[in-house]
Structures are given as structure tokens and as C-alpha cells.
């Protein structure tokens, strides 16, 4: 009877043992070993980044700024600390994994520190500056958390590890620095205006396609975008969001001149929502998007993970 009783359990053990290792594991993202912003900046972003970069006393200015920043980020940190949740790997695991693989993917060597602030906002934000001597810091907000998934959550993350992967706040800065005599001059001034404005509107396209490489799924991010604006979670058909943005870029080529003058002049300091998901559809189905993973991508690191992870389901 006992002999019968252990048979029957090492099968179910077995049985279950065999299930398990069918079951599907969490998707693994390629790692882009050794990527550098530049190559996934926005074109605008990535020539008047290149062009700051040039000139002369920059080594200067930024020191400046980067000290200014410090005494900003002591600041926030402390503010953080005493009212918002630091996530670690004992407060919100899961969400401190999702923001090391996504570290891990954009090949940034420290991890930020990442909080979570109540806030009835769906909301992130960072500093955008990497310190030297301390962690940058990246904050979401409570209602972020609550309406998006975690595979959405871990694209917006991505999204802000592309500003302080290109350290945004940084040349940004240094921009409106070396173009203030040039925005007293008439006519020049607006102009010069204007190309910051459309530096600023770039810097997060850039950041979008950041989000795009850490989440590697168009669908990801559109679906974060779509519950971002339409301000609920019960907005879930990204295929009629992306549908939505050509329907615009259709009917804005068609628009009279004035009309479409009068929306490209309008200040904002993002993109239009439908404007950020057209440009991210376009990158991501581009060679450019493709080369990005040819060359920088850790396939063979990527393919061991994943037989790690096979292999460790089926033992259990």
C-alpha cells in the first residue's frame, strides 16, 4: 500500500513538474552592450547635442552646471526620502528588477534610484543629469502605477533612462546658455527661440524611442502612451491609437496653411501625443531601429538567459 501511495505521488510530482516546465517565462529583452546615446537621438537632438558639444568653454559651463545640479539633487533626494517610497529589491522587487533589465538593456552602469510618489497624476519624471558621485534619481507617480501594466510601466521607465542616458538637462541647459545673446537680436532671437523649442520637442522623441528599445514591442509603448492621455485604463486598443495618429498626419497634410501654421507654432513642452506615436511607428519599422539591435545587440548573453530561465522552470 505504501509502495502504491509513493508511485502516486511521484507521478503527480512528475506531472507537475512537466506542466511547470511548459509554462510560458516572462519575455527576455535583448541587451544593447555598449550603445551610445547618439545613436538612437532624435536627428535635431543629436546634431545640436553634437554641436554644444563643440564649443568652445563647454568644458567649462558644463562643470558649472553639473555643480549647480548637485546642490538641485541633494535637494530632491531628501524631499524624496521623506515623502515619497524608494523602490529596493526588499520595497517593491518587482519593480526594482524591471528597472535593473531595463538598465541592463540601455547598457547605463548605475542604476538611478528610483521613488514612488502618491500623486493622483500618472506621471515620471527625472533630473536628467548622471552625478558623479551619486545615483540620478527617477520618480513615478502612484496612479502611473496603478493604470499601466508592468511591461508599460518598464517602457516609461525607459523613456526617462533616455534623458539621462543623453543627460537632457545637461546640453539642454548649455543651449540656452550659449544662445542668449542671440535670442535679444531681432528676428534672430525668434528664430533662435524656435530651434530651441524644436531641440526640446526632439529630446523626447529621442526618449520615446528609448522606451521603444527597452521595451522592444510597438504595441508596449503605444499602449503606455494611449492610458497616459487618455487619462484611463480603460482605453486598451493600441492598433486604433496608431490608426488614430496617421488618421492626423493625414488630415494635417491636407489642412489649409494657416491652420497648419497656426498648430506647429503653438509652444508645448512635449510633443503632440498622436505626433510622438507617429514618429515612434516610423522609427521602429526603419533600419536605422533594426541596425541598432544587429550591432549592439547581446544575443548570445540574451539566449543563455532565456535557457537559464527554461531550465530553471523545469526543475521545479
Same mark, same amino acid.
Given at each position: 500500500m505504501l509502495s502504491l501511495l509513493t508511485t502516486v505521488i511521484f507521478a503527480l510530482l512528475s506531472s507537475g513538474a512537466s506542466a511547470l516546465s511548459t509554462m510560458p517565462t516572462a519575455p527576455s529583452r535583448v541587451s544593447l552592450k555598449g550603445i551610445d546615446a547618439s545613436q538612437f537621438r532624435h536627428p535635431i537632438d543629436r546634431d545640436l547635442t553634437s554641436f554644444i558639444q563643440k564649443t568652445p568653454l563647454n568644458g567649462l559651463a558644463e562643470e558649472a552646471i553639473r555643480r549647480s545640479f548637485a546642490l538641485v539633487e541633494q535637494g530632491v533626494r531628501l524631499d524624496l526620502l521623506s515623502s515619497s517610497v524608494k523602490v529596493t529589491p526588499d520595497?517593491?522587487?518587482?519593480?526594482?528588477?524591471?528597472?535593473?533589465?531595463?538598465?541592463?538593456?540601455? #547598457?547605463? #552602469?548605475?542604476?538611478? @534610484?528610483?521613488?514612488?510618489?502618491s500623486n493622483p497624476q500618472a506621471n515620471a519624471f527625472t533630473l536628467a543629469l548622471r552625478g558623479r558621485n551619486t545615483s540620478p534619481i527617477v520618480v513615478v507617480t502612484s496612479a502611473l502605477l496603478d493604470r499601466c501594466s508592468d511591461e508599460e510601466v518598464q517602457a516609461i521607465i525607459g523613456h526617462e533612462l533616455g534623458h539621462l542616458k543623453c543627460?537632457? &538637462?545637461?546640453?539642454?541647459?548649455?543651449?540656452?546658455?550659449?544662445?542668449?545673446?542671440?535670442?535679444?537680436?531681432? =528676428? %534672430?532671437g525668434s528664430q533662435t527661440e524656435s530651434l530651441l523649442q524644436r531641440w526640446r520637442l526632439a529630446a523626447e522623441y529621442s526618449c520615446d524611442r528609448a522606451a521603444m528599445l527597452v521595451a522592444q514591442d510597438t504595441d508596449v509603448v503605444a499602449g503606455?502612451?494611449?492610458?497616459? =492621455? /487618455?487619462?484611463?485604463?480603460? /482605453?486598451?486598443?493600441?492598433?486604433?491609437?496608431?490608426?488614430? &495618429?496617421?488618421?492626423?498626419?493625414?488630415?494635417? #497634410?491636407?489642412?489649409?496653411?494657416?491652420?497648419?501654421?497656426? %498648430?506647429?507654432?503653438?509652444?508645448?513642452?512635449?510633443?503632440?501625443?498622436?505626433?510622438?506615436?507617429? @514618429?515612434? @511607428?516610423?522609427? /521602429?519599422? &526603419? @533600419?536605422?531601429? /533594426?541596425? %541598432?539591435f544587429k550591432t549592439y545587440g547581446d544575443v548570445e548573453k540574451d539566449a543563455k538567459k532565456k535557457d537559464s530561465n527554461s531550465n530553471g522552470a523545469h526543475v521545479l
Open positions: 520595497q517593491l522587487p518587482e519593480l526594482h528588477s524591471s528597472l535593473l533589465e531595463a538598465c541592463e538593456v540601455m #547598457d547605463l #552602469d548605475t542604476p538611478p @534610484e528610483l521613488y514612488v510618489q543627460e537632457h &538637462s545637461l546640453y539642454l541647459t548649455l543651449g540656452n546658455v550659449a544662445t542668449t545673446p542671440l535670442r535679444a537680436l531681432p =528676428f %534672430i503606455a502612451m494611449l492610458k497616459l =492621455f /487618455a487619462g484611463t485604463s480603460r /482605453a486598451t486598443n493600441t492598433r486604433a491609437f496608431i490608426e488614430q &495618429s496617421r488618421e492626423y498626419e493625414q488630415l494635417l #497634410d491636407s489642412a489649409n496653411p494657416l491652420v497648419r501654421a497656426s %498648430i506647429n507654432m503653438q509652444q508645448r513642452t512635449h510633443p503632440l501625443p498622436v505626433k510622438r506615436l507617429s @514618429e515612434l @511607428e516610423k522609427w /521602429a519599422n &526603419s @533600419e536605422e531601429y /533594426a541596425n %541598432i
